[in-house]
């Protein structure tokens, strides 16, 4: 198969936006549902590790299925994917909204996971694949719109609906969204590259679940039994055990599930550890900004989501303009000051976590997410262009996969310190909450610190590396 001219045209623009609206269905839901997260432990009689579990559970599933996405691509048409992508997650969808009991509404959302898995990864694989390069800090840009939107859209769609209708409604506002995402996928995806008769290695991807799975669990289970209790501490043992046998395989193997020789390209390493830091510090927050203003601030469901809407608003919109300043000026200017943003913004959490007010989340949450804007987008295109264009695929594959992983990581270590403060003072849920939000939040502070030193290391790599 020749492959066409890469140009920007209206069949891969809707084609961006078919793979976009599902990825962005994807985050809106799991950012609505943690708006919802006092309703459901009322509705269902369950408790916050509980609960945490509609997310964790379903970025766990994520970070299960992205890795397969470089096998599935080369094997499989893109619209096929797509296809059986966007049923699996109307699938899923229906069976939340019409659940009576938790276990089938995170069954739901399980479903989802595996839809919006192949599909997040497709999104940018067509970026990747056919937009020309004078142009890709512009369209990584605006793909990255498409689901830094929906964190903006979430909490506060979140919250209104469940003030007014109750939380099913969140999953049947989705479903003209995914219809239309099935028309214009159906329409417009096209296969630019020959399929391939690819092996899929099943053992390295039963290890690489298998790790993932047992770290979230021990993250989870540390809430109940602590961080040293013999089952969390066997659980951090099998992850560790069951992704260094990964490695070994991957790394010996003629055609890997996951080729991990990207990673000895230093500014990609660096680039992904920046990735995978912020999606830990904006999963984090996107947990305990909601539920210290529903539970300390004692605020109702839907002003609690609008608190996240105007900061994720500034970010989405200028994941575009990173894009092109990428474009114009090269990666260090914004990512540096996208940075700087995220490490200021923790700051100020941490300082005033004992008692924080809607105005200061507005504004410090506002810091957060300009310099997400600027950081994430730019971030990724500046490590991926240091892959040869044949490893694009797997280096793709790996960022969303510790993206995801990082998320739900982010979301059960945060709620786990949440969960913890809340067990040791029963009386006092606000006090309690209050507390674990605070040692929460000068953990996320660290991670910044931690943000701005892998991209200087970039930057320093990739000097070399020229």
Not at 37 to 61: C, D, H, K, N
Not at 151 to 165: D, E, K, Y
Not at 243 to 264: D, E, G, H, W, Y
């Amino acid at each position: 198969m020749n492959a066409p001219e890469k140009t920007i045209d209206a069949k891969l623009i809707l084609s961006i936006l078919a793979a976009g609206i599902m990825s962005f269905s994807g985050v809106v839901v799991e950012t609505a549902m943690n708006v919802t997260f006092p309703t459901l432990m009322q509705e269902f009689g369950i408790g916050t590790s509980t609960v945490q579990w509609i997310t964790t559970g379903y970025l766990l599933v994520l970070a299960s299925i992205i890795p397969a996405s470089s096998y599935l691509k080369k094997r499989f048409p893109m619209k096929a994917l797509f296809l059986t992508a966007i049923c699996l997650f109307i699938l899923g969808t229906v069976m939340a909204a019409a659940a009576p009991v938790f276990p089938i509404l995170l069954t739901g959302r399980l479903i989802q996971g595996v839809g919006t898995g192949i599909a997040l990864p497709l999104m940018f694989n067509i970026v990747l694949e056919q937009v020309p390069e004078e142009r890709l800090g512009l369209m990584m840009g605006i793909a990255s719109l498409i689901t830094a939107m929906a964190p903006a859209v979430g909490p506060s769609l979140g919250g209104l609906i469940v003030s007014n209708w109750g939380w099913r409604m969140i999953f049947v506002a989705l479903l003209p969204l995914l219809l239309l995402s099935l028309l214009f996928g159906a329409f417009s995806i096209r296969q630019v590259t020959e399929t391939q008769k690819a092996t899929f290695q099943t053992g390295e991807y039963l290890l690489l679940v298998l790790g993932f799975a047992c770290l979230i669990f021990a993250t989870s289970l540390a809430s109940g039994s602590g961080w040293t209790s013999a089952p969390v501490l066997l659980l951090f043992l099998a992850s560790l055990l069951a992704l260094a046998l990964f490695c070994r395989c991957s790394l010996r193997a003629q055609t890997p599930l996951i080729n991990l020789r990207v990673f000895r390209r230093g500014p990609f390493t660096f680039s992904v550890l920046v990735l995978v830091l912020i999606q830990f510090v904006c999963l984090g927050l996107g947990f305990l900004i909601p539920n210290y203003a529903q539970i300390v601030s004692r605020q109702e469901a839907f002003l609690a989501g609008c608190l996240l809407l105007p900061g994720c608003l500034v970010g989405a919109v200028l994941s575009p303009v990173s894009g092109r300043v990428l474009d114009r000026l090269g990666p260090e200017r914004p990512i540096l000051l996208g940075n700087l943003s995220i490490l200021v913004s923790l700051v100020c959490f941490s300082l005033f976590a004992g008692a924080l007010t809607t105005g200061a989340f507005l504004v410090f949450y506002l810091f957060f997410a300009f310099g997400q804007g600027f950081s994430v987008g730019t971030s990724m295109t500046n490590g991926l262009s240091h892959l040869p264009p044949e490893q694009n695929p797997d280096g793709n594959a790996v960022i969303n996969t510790l993206q995801q992983l990082a998320g739900a990581i982010g979301t059960s270590v945060v709620s786990t310190m949440v969960a913890s403060a809340q067990a040791a003072l029963p009386e006092d849920l606000a006090a309690a909450t209050r507390l674990g939000s605070q040692h929460a939040f000068y953990l996320l502070a660290v991670l910044t610190v931690g943000i701005l030193c892998c991209s200087i290391g970039a930057f320093r790599t990739g000097r070399k590396s020229r």
